[in-house]
């Protein structure tokens, strides 16, 4: 499916797809070649790389619950050397990443449960992440700036 642009805002894209596995690559393009539009900062690259991967991982895996008719779609709002901001919308079932205990770190890795590094992460890397749940729908925002 291709990208189309929103009507409301010319640097404004959206992709919609199943919340498959075989998603998160085409959805990964997606995200990098806006990213790219924005800043080719290596930084800002690695940073946005890592967030996309950890969110819709978590859509992916766990949001419609094994059922494969699930979509997530993805919009991009990208202002040339200034910031990209990723909504991230799934009608899976309710999941606030930002009320999620992070790990606890001091804990040895070998003993500590799996989970809840990457969510932490995210909220570090990025310069502002909102989470709404609204008309049946998660909407996690992500702004990132070079």
Not at 23 to 28: G, Q, V
Not at 30 to 52: C, E, H, N
Not at 64 to 77: L, N, P, Q, R
Not at 103 to 118: H, K, S
């Amino acid at each position: 499916m291709k990208p189309s642009p929103s009507s409301a805002d010319p640097e404004q894209v959206t992709l919609r797809l199943p919340a498959r596995p075989e998603s998160l690559e085409p959805l990964r393009d997606f995200i990098m070649d806006r990213a790219q539009a924005v800043s080719d900062d290596v930084r800002f690259l690695s940073r946005i790389d890592l967030i996309q991967e950890e969110l819709l991982v978590n859509v992916v895996s766990y949001a419609y619950a094994g059922s494969d008719d699930g979509e997530v779609a993805v919009t991009c709002t990208g202002r040339a050397s200034e910031s990209l901001t990723i909504d991230i919308v799934d009608q899976g079932r309710p999941f606030n990443p930002l009320t999620q205990p992070g790990p606890d770190t001091e804990e040895n890795i070998n003993e500590r449960p799996v989970g809840g590094l990457g969510i932490l992460l995210s909220r570090r890397m990025a310069d502002h992440i909102k989470y709404v749940r609204e008309d049946d729908s998660n909407r996690v925002s992500v702004t990132i700036r070079p």
